[in-house]
């Protein structure tokens, strides 16, 4: 029998001319573009893998993308069809009202360095696979982080959330949290009932038909709005194809876990106003919340905008030279009132980029990265982590490994910090928003791949 998955994906290899021709273009700033259009799979079982550093691969004619997808069985680099929840998942009800959790354990670090969170795997909280049938695609629930998803942080109640998915891989858009008072991965809530939706569509609506978003990559794009208690969220490639809406959504994190299904609070899809030009989706977003002027600094890679939740309104700051590769990061540095964008040092538009935010500024591009000395390993890698330390004043980056990178601004140089245990490898697609700072814990978080338990980190006492 040919799985749902399959059946999706053997039509967009039909349909004319790939279904990564919306994101080639709207990437068109850096030269990972092109790698977008290649993540289009071929063939019964090959994963769609748009909008990241290639595609995963199918048994059966699956064309890997060009900066290497990884080759998997026809559930694409989930190893099997869609994963499979862990046995540490428990009932459907769950603790506190969330959909399901795992044990707990662990401990935040004492002192200085990494601590791994044991029984903290995002695998073992996915929904079932056969009562969800309908949403597992090509990937499954691996894809909400391995399809280049991100996180925000959520520190009023110490969580990490993880959201993610969409195109070809995972159809899902259920809520995951690494929450830091109960040291346990929790899904926040089930994923919406797609009856309806048509996912032979690569123009289908933005939302499913409980009025939620449709699943997608989500990269950058997530940003905690601290004065609203909300998340932000902007565009992304969404199933089934990977195409880009400008759409702009708000999730309420004090009802994620209470609000009814079927019905789409605690989303919000918002109908912003916009002054200064054209909002356009893209891949590759990068976003954070910017404390001092309480609005959200976002580029959909080729110009720069702020969004104020509390007027619903954009405004374009720079639309002249600001391009950026698609594989970055980007973090605004509050006492500066700079937005720094980190990653993909070796394409065009990558490297180390910064804006002004000031009021005022004319919020200019600047190309730092021949300027700063000690960033090598950090600026190379595509979508690391990165989260401003307010104790330290400096800007955190994790590549992967046992190391992290402190950017001084000031000096315009890093200093490379190194503690034994730390998670390894950053993965394939990298980490985007799912490494930040809790202030009131004085740690950062770090969820790196759905099969791997979470990690905290301590720099200071």
Not at 126 to 146: F, L, R, T
Not at 171 to 192: I, T
Not at 271 to 282: C, D, I, W
């Amino acid at each position: 029998m040919v799985s749902r998955g399959a059946v999706v994906v053997a039509f967009l290899v039909a349909a004319a001319p790939g279904c990564g021709a919306d994101e080639t273009a709207a990437a068109s700033g850096g030269a990972g573009a092109a790698a977008g259009a290649a993540g289009v799979a071929g063939g019964t079982g090959g994963g769609a893998g748009a909008g990241g550093a290639g595609g995963s691969a199918g048994t059966t004619g699956g064309s890997a993308g060009t900066t290497g997808g990884s080759a998997g069985t026809t559930g694409g680099s989930a190893g099997t069809t869609g994963g499979s929840a862990g046995s540490g998942a428990a009932s459907a009800l769950g603790d506190g009202g969330v959909s399901a959790t795992t044990d707990g354990g662990g401990k935040l670090c004492p002192s200085l360095g990494w601590c791994e969170i044991t029984d903290t795997k995002l695998a073992d909280v996915c929904p079932d696979e056969v009562k969800y049938a309908s949403i597992q695609a090509n990937e499954g629930c691996s894809a909400v982080i391995n399809d280049w998803s991100g996180g925000a942080q959520d520190p009023s109640r110490n969580r990490l959330i993880v959201w993610g998915g969409g195109h070809g891989g995972y159809f899902g858009n259920e809520l995951y949290a690494l929450d830091l008072n109960l040291l346990k991965m929790v899904r926040l809530n089930d994923p919406s009932d797609v009856t309806g939706y048509d996912f032979n569509d690569c123009y289908a609506p933005d939302a499913y038909p409980d009025g939620r978003p449709a699943s997608r990559h989500t990269y950058d794009g997530l940003a905690y709005i601290a004065h609203a208690e909300k998340m932000y969220a902007f565009s992304g490639a969404k199933a089934p194809c990977g195409y880009q809406g400008s759409d702009t959504w708000t999730l309420d994190l004090a009802t994620v876990t209470t609000a009814p299904a079927g019905r789409a609070a605690p989303w919000a899809l918002v109908s912003p106003q916009v002054s200064g030009g054209t909002l356009r989706g893209g891949v590759g977003v990068v976003a954070d919340y910017d404390p001092t002027s309480k609005q959200v600094i976002m580029s959909e890679l080729l110009n720069v905008w702020s969004y104020d939740i509390d007027t619903n309104r954009y405004t374009l700051l720079n639309d002249q030279g600001a391009s950026l590769d698609y594989h970055m990061t980007g973090r605004v540095d509050p006492k500066r009132k700079l937005f720094f964008v980190m990653g993909a040092s070796g394409s065009p538009g990558g490297g180390l980029v910064v804006f002004d935010i000031a009021s005022g500024s004319t919020h200019a591009r600047q190309s730092w990265t021949s300027q700063v000395a000690g960033c090598e390993a950090l600026l190379s890698a595509i979508y690391p982590g990165l989260a401003y330390d307010p104790v330290q004043d400096k800007l955190v980056g994790w590549p992967g490994g046992d190391s992290v990178y402190l950017f001084d601004p000031d000096a315009k140089s890093c200093t490379k910090v190194t503690y034994p245990g730390g998670p390894g490898p950053q993965n394939a697609n990298g980490t985007n928003g799912r490494f930040r700072y809790f202030p009131g814990l004085n740690v950062f978080a770090l969820v790196n791949d759905w099969k791997q338990n979470a990690f905290t980190l301590r720099l200071t006492p």
